[in-house]
């Protein structure tokens, strides 16, 4: 992924700058890959290049591989090159929860308009009272209240906004979800709630999550994969148990480090 910068000297062309490069990884099907790494190592640029935000804005070379369904003979579509309907198709079936549940909520938009408005596009076979349905399930999937619908976003806490977010990205049946550090902007105990909700969300639909962060804490909890990055590269990855308990590169270690323990006596 590289981004444009501004123009050099007369004759030097435009310039560019490497967000990132050489990262390469899979998640499975129903299970959560972590990508962590320090604030700017190209974590979120990966996640929103995948669910195709930033068409326009960077220059990508390599695939995004998506498979079909399990048992089904659809071959493997290239989300970087997907046009018209073949990525209207893509967009349902790859969503994103942001990480600042006060930012990504359009505060001018009931919890229903919300809610509705990506069925409306991307599954329009539905009639409106199907949607409607919908999203009755989908606020009680997500442990909220089914007045929230008659709602906007300035009425929740922040828990109760990422709670909306994640019941947004679910809505069209996804079934693979980014995960921006959903829980960063979260107090402690609302974070365990909302990892929590993931965990019982991914068990119940067999969901898969590319989960971001820089908290070791949160992978210990969700992964059961890990890629760690550095620089806009990988420095390490694989299973979840395998990379914390024996990492084999000094940047995982300091990571590891970096985490607050309770040491008994």
Known sequence: MRFPLRR?????????????????????????LALVGESGCGKTTIGKALVQLLRGSARTQGQALLHGPAGTDQPPRDLFKLQGEALRAARREVQI?????????????????????GLAALRPELSAADRHARLARLVDQVGLRRDALDRYPHEFSGGQRQRIAIARALAVEPRLIVC???????????????????????????????FITHNIGVVEVM????????????????ASSAVLLAPRELYTEQLLAAVPRLVRA
Do not use: C, H, K, W
């Open 8 to 32: 050099g000297l007369p004759g030097r062309g435009l310039r560019s700058f490497a967000a990132v490069s050489g990262v390469s990884f899979g998640p499975r099907a129903g299970r959560t």
């Open 97 to 117: 929860v942001f990480q600042d549940p006060f930012a990504s909520l359009d505060p001018r938009m009931g919890v229903r308009e919300i809610l509705d408005e």
């Open 180 to 210: 921006d550090e959903p829980t960063s902007a979260l107090d402690v105990s609302v974070q365990a709630q909302i990892l929590n909700l993931l965990r019982d969300l991914q068990r119940e639909l067999g969901v898969s999550y590319l």
């Open 223 to 238: 992964a059961d994969e890990v890629v760690v990055m550095q620089g806009g590269a990988v420095v390490e990855q694989g």
